[in-house]
């Protein structure tokens, strides 16, 4: 998993999800600003493997205005999770009201079929489901029963937005044992904050002697 070339820390699909759209911040850009690019988020997220990605990729030229719907239709479920994500528990009512409806829009049309998987390499198994509703529709199902378990399992609570100054947008699940992690990513806004808080310091103590 090339995970230092990606913003993927977010510890859930959804919240890494919602972490798409810091275009400013990162050199991949909004992985929502084209269809293509939100094919190629769902392969590096595992939700697509590259033969499948090939065969959206031929559909979407055949039909453009269904691509572009589900681009929009992904770009506004993310802007009703972002405020959630933000918030977690403390979200206003109509902001879980808001993510609620469109967790529910999309959970209500999704049809398919639920499998068990079995891995023969490590012995392993793993409850996949296969959609066998609208392929373009379907690609974001994975990403809103994310989110919904969420909501379910009352991980919620454990839910953030990066506490870094100057403002970083990412949100992430804490799953600290203390439950008080305040950064994204320890190795970029964690440093950074540690930085800035050392030469706060230094500058405090250049300016009053000690005492004595
Ligand atoms: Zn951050």
Redesign the pocket.
């Known amino acids: 998993m090339p995970r230092a070339k990606t913003p993927f820390a977010a510890g859930r699909l959804w919240l890494d999800f919602v972490n798409t759209d810091e275009a400013p911040r990162h050199a991949l850009g909004d992985a929502l600003a084209s269809f293509d690019g939100y094919l190629a988020w769902l392969e590096h997220a595992g939700l697509l493997d590259t033969a499948r990605r090939g065969a959206l990729q031929r559909r979407a030229l055949e039909q453009p205005a269904s691509a572009t719907a589900t681009l929009h239709e992904a770009r506004r479920i993310r802007s009703a999770l972002r405020p959630l994500a933000e918030r977690g528990t403390h979200a206003s009512e109509r902001v879980t009201q808001g993510a609620v409806m469109e967790i529910n829009r999309v959970l209500g049309r999704s049809t398919g079929v639920r499998r068990i998987g079995y891995d023969a390499r490590d012995g392993s198994f793993h409850r996949t489901f296969v959609p066998s509703g609208d392929a373009f529709a379907a690609l974001v199902i994975p990403v809103v029963e994310s989110a919904a378990d969420a909501l379910v399992t009352g991980e919620l609570a454990r839910v953030r937005r990066?506490a870094?100054e100057p403002p970083?947008p990412?949100v992430f699940l804490d799953t600290s044992r203390s439950g008080r992690r305040r950064?994204?990513?320890m190795r970029?806004?964690g440093n950074r904050q540690k930085a800035a808080r050392h030469r706060a310091a230094s500058r405090v103590g250049r300016r009053s002697p000690p005492a004595g």
């Open positions: 990066c870094a970083c990412r950064w994204c990513d970029s806004c």
